[in-house]
């Protein structure tokens, strides 16, 4: 359903019955006049003579008008008929022409709808199938290119590891290289002093044997016929050093290379990353529209369009610790967290006795929500951190929101992604993360640029994949889809939003702070009733909360939760 007009948004919150001075809520269509009608105009339609044969569906399920097109021909005239044999369309004053004689018509309505429909169910598909599909394959790519720069960069630290254990052993073998040196130069060194010492006393010894000679010759006697002929020791022999020679290591680039190590890339084909087939989604799809045409048959139409008539009271929690209930999130074990506005966060058990108190810096907005594996994840506005309770109480930090303040979040019961409400300087947006805490998605603005959100105070996910938030600042309902697409805006006059969910059928249910009501819209936005109201005994209510078993939880700012039954 497109956003209604400001004139609509501002005097009703339901489609108005299309019968003249009828007020009532148009939740029927004639397929002949195409026009909204509500259940007792409808059957007056049926009974009237000239209207009984026209067709009259739930609104939903409304045929699309021919858009008007004037015959070029007979420009009085519109365009309705589609001619078999010419293949052209046609108004009814052409088929009666004489070019056109004999020839079968058809009803360009009928067509226009089929075709209106064949389009829908392809733009669907674009949006329930290849969109998402899509995205999930550019996540994988994502995923897969941090892959491969933790792997590039975990292969660079080895090679510097094996480079510089490398270097290390160069080193030591150097040392031990050198320290040998040194060993060799200091024993030749040793042979060479001890051979010049020889040289030394040998000279010293001709010098005492020249000395003596002197001695000798200077006799004038003849004593030096008769003395012995003094003898010269022979020069003493000594032998050269032995020079070492270094012989340089013979090594290429590759024997480096080799001792280094490389990267091998294996030969291997690239796996083909895998797509789920359109066939799986259509058959989910259809299978889950089926049981939702299966449920709604069970019951009957005025009980389901109606459904403020048939809500009742089942229970009625007094929390003890709060003096609000501004958020309810219902733990799959039927156990409650509830918190306040002055930021006490406390789990109850179905008696509504106190299981445990957390203080946090929440307050007036949906900033916790209970998981589909049993955790609870809450926010924390001035740490910007998200923080885990697991069922044993344990405490963890989950998520760091860098320099946005996380505001309200809600968990996926498709697949457990953690949908997070941010703010910062003013701006608003929509964190998607998995249910690991890896972001996958933001959402911030509409085609055009424009902001989509002012201030959400709570969010929530329809069983489409849409994500609706309340914004008390827009005063609207912003719904979008999941690739983030903005679908409609629900505005009203005397509205204000505050807690939101969505149940098994799709409908969206809210809290209007305004006048302490509880609204009932469809998935499209169209408003189908007021489901709580003064009048059913609540007081002022804040949140509300659908759990698996069907059951409505309202918190008040009286610290009351109150179960009811509302669906059939």
Known sequence: MSEPSDEQA????????????CQENGQFYCNACHRPLCEHCSYEHVKNIDTKFHEIVLYRHRKQQLPVEKCKLHPTRNVDIFCKECKIPLCSKCSTMEE??????????????????????????????????????????????????KAMESIRTSMKAAAKSLKNLVDEVTKENLEHIKKMEKSLLEMLKSQETTYDDYIAYLGKMSEEFQQYLSLLNQKLLFSETLKIKTIPETTKPVLPVFTGGKFSKDDISKLLGGVIVPNTEPEKRKIQPMETVTTHMKSAEKQLDQTKKKSDVKQTLSLSTSVTKVKEYTVPGVDTVYHVSVEKSGRLWVSDWKGNLLQIDLQGNQLQ??????????????????????????????????PDKKITEFIKTGNWTPF??????????????????GEAKVTRYSKAGKEIQNIQRDKQGQELYDLPRYITENINGDICTSDINKRAVVVVNKAGQQRFSY?????????ICTDVLGHILLVNSLNATDYLLDQDGGFLSVILSSQQGIYSPRDVCVDDENNLYVGQVNNTVTLYKYLQ
């Open 100 to 149: 056109h004689q004999g020839h079968k018509f058809n009803d360009l309505e009928e067509i226009f709808a089929e075709k209106y429909a064949l389009q829908q169910s392809e733009f669907s598909k674009i949006q329930k199938y290849f969109l998402p599909t899509s995205q999930d394959l550019k996540s994988d790519v994502e995923a897969d290119a941090t892959q491969v720069r």
């Open 491 to 499: 505005k009203g006059q005397g509205f204000c939003p505050y807690g």
């Open 10 to 21: 501002a005097g009703q919150h339901y489609l108005v019955c299309g019968t003249e001075d």
């Open 408 to 425: 309200s979040v809600h968990s996926s019961r498709i697949n457990g992604d953690i949908l997070v409400v941010m703010i910062k300087d």
């Open 357 to 390: 108190k957390i203080k946090t810096s929440g307050g007036e907005q949906g900033y916790h929500t209970a998981t589909q594996d049993g955790n609870v994840i809450y926010t924390d506005k001035d740490k910007k951190k998200i923080y885990r309770i697991t």
